[in-house]
């Protein structure tokens, strides 16, 4: 049995003379938390769907579990596109055991698994109402259980978070946590870098269809070494914005961060801080993914790959 769950060699899609994807290659092991990350455009949601077969890739690969990817192996996996799929005037449970027989699934199987997840998501009282019926939340949270109801071994969640209240995104990060222990492999995409830090082993960042980086998260953050100074102080802090040593500064409210230049020293960092601050903290941490992500997409220059 193959070690990785979904293997991208070489991918290429273009759309009237427009490359959204590049040559792209990529690993995903089993059992693994994936993030794929990039801005607005970079190629993410392209990508995910020529996994699922919803585009043809003009060059290029795709193996799921180790095998050619057909329609078989495609039924392994669950996907939740960014753009949401129920049918809006078909009853909540009904239209779930629907889309799970339509991925291979026995109706008895799905039915005896569909109460459980309409439990795990506060959905009980809603299966027999239609989908138009329930509140933009709810349906993100139908959309997943229609993802996960016929026992996929791969998701593929495509901005999962998005539209839930912070109550309901903290339930879909342990239910997703709950399915990575559970030995499912999980592949993210989400401009939510906390979370993404939070739940991935590995990400990869494109940008104009082009990978930037991959790799285990903790591998990613130790080659952008430990730039980053998280400061608490009081008193004006105005001047770090221009101080040599100091590429930027996000004010975190109690604290700040402080990037680092290229050549910057952190020893003169403190020393200027401490003689006109009184300082709380002065800590040189690891980047966050968010500043490794700002930094490699706005500091990359040239037109897009061609």
Same mark, same amino acid.
């Given at each position: 049995? +193959? #070690?990785?769950?979904?293997?991208?060699?070489?991918?290429?899609?273009?759309?009237?003379?427009? !490359?959204?994807?590049?040559?792209?290659?990529?690993? /995903? @092991?089993? &059992?693994?938390?994936?993030?794929?990350?990039?801005?607005?455009?970079?190629?993410?949601?392209?990508?995910?769907?020529?996994?699922?077969?919803?585009?043809?890739?003009?060059?290029?690969?795709? #193996?799921?579990?180790?095998?050619?990817?057909?329609?078989?192996?495609?039924?392994?996996?669950?996907? %939740?596109?960014?753009?949401?799929?129920?049918?809006?005037?078909?009853?909540?449970?009904? =239209? $779930?055991?629907?889309?799970?027989?339509?991925?291979?699934?026995?109706?008895?199987?799905?039915?005896?698994?569909?109460?459980?997840?309409?439990?795990?998501?506060?959905?009980?009282?809603?299966?027999?109402?239609?989908?138009?019926?329930?509140?933009?939340?709810? =349906?993100?949270?139908?959309?997943?259980?229609?993802?996960?109801?016929?026992?996929?071994?791969?998701?593929?969640?495509?901005?999962?978070? +998005?539209?839930?209240?912070?109550?309901?995104?903290?339930? %879909?990060?342990?239910?997703?946590?709950?399915?990575?222990?559970?030995?499912?492999?999980?592949?993210? +995409?989400?401009? =939510? %870098?906390?979370?993404?830090?939070?739940?991935?082993?590995?990400? @990869?960042?494109?940008?104009?269809?082009?990978?930037?980086?991959?790799?285990?998260?903790?591998?990613?953050?130790?080659?952008?070494?430990?730039?980053?100074? /998280?400061?608490?102080?009081?008193?004006?802090?105005?001047?770090?914005?221009? $101080?040599?040593? /100091?590429?930027?500064?996000?004010?975190? &409210? !109690?604290?700040?961060?402080?990037?680092?230049? @290229?050549?910057?020293?952190?020893?003169?960092?403190?020393?200027?801080?401490?003689?006109?601050?009184?300082?709380?903290?002065? #800590?040189?941490?690891?980047?966050?993914?968010?500043?490794?992500?700002?930094?490699? /997409?706005? &500091?990359?220059? &040239?037109? =897009?790959?061609?």
């Amino acid at each position: 049995m +193959s #070690e990785l769950a979904i293997r991208l060699s070489g991918v290429s899609k273009a759309f009237d003379g427009h !490359r959204a994807v590049h040559e792209l290659s990529l690993s /995903v @092991a089993r &059992g693994s938390v994936f993030g794929l990350l990039g801005p607005n455009g970079a190629g993410k949601t392209t990508t995910l769907r020529m996994v699922m077969d919803i585009l043809a890739p003009d060059a290029g690969s795709i #193996e799921i579990l180790g095998r050619p990817a057909d329609r078989t192996s495609r039924d392994r996996i669950g996907y %939740m596109p960014e753009e949401r799929g129920l049918y809006p005037r078909m009853a909540l449970g009904e =239209q $779930l055991l629907f889309l799970a027989e339509l991925k291979g699934a026995r109706r008895s199987d799905s039915d005896a698994r569909l109460s459980a997840w309409l439990e795990r998501m506060g959905l009980s009282a809603w299966r027999a109402r239609k989908v138009n019926e329930l509140s933009k939340g709810m =349906q993100q949270k139908a959309q997943f259980v229609a993802t996960v109801l016929h026992d996929p071994d791969v998701l593929i969640l495509d901005e999962p978070l +998005s539209g839930l209240d912070p109550v309901a995104a903290d339930l %879909m990060r342990d239910v997703l946590l709950e399915l990575s222990r559970q030995g499912k492999t999980l592949i993210l +995409s989400s401009h =939510q %870098m906390e979370t993404v830090e939070r739940l991935c082993d590995s990400i @990869a960042l494109i940008d104009r269809g082009v990978k930037l980086l991959d790799g285990a998260v903790a591998d990613v953050k130790r080659r952008h070494g430990r730039n980053t100074v /998280v400061l608490a102080f009081e008193g004006d802090g105005g001047f770090l914005r221009s $101080l040599p040593d /100091v590429e930027r500064v996000r004010d975190s &409210g !109690r604290y700040v961060e402080i990037q680092l230049a @290229a050549q910057g020293d952190p020893q003169r960092l403190l020393h200027e801080a401490a003689g006109r601050l009184r300082l709380s903290r002065f #800590e040189l941490v690891e980047p966050s993914l968010h500043d490794i992500f700002v930094a490699r /997409v706005t &500091g990359r220059a &040239g037109p =897009q790959a061609p």
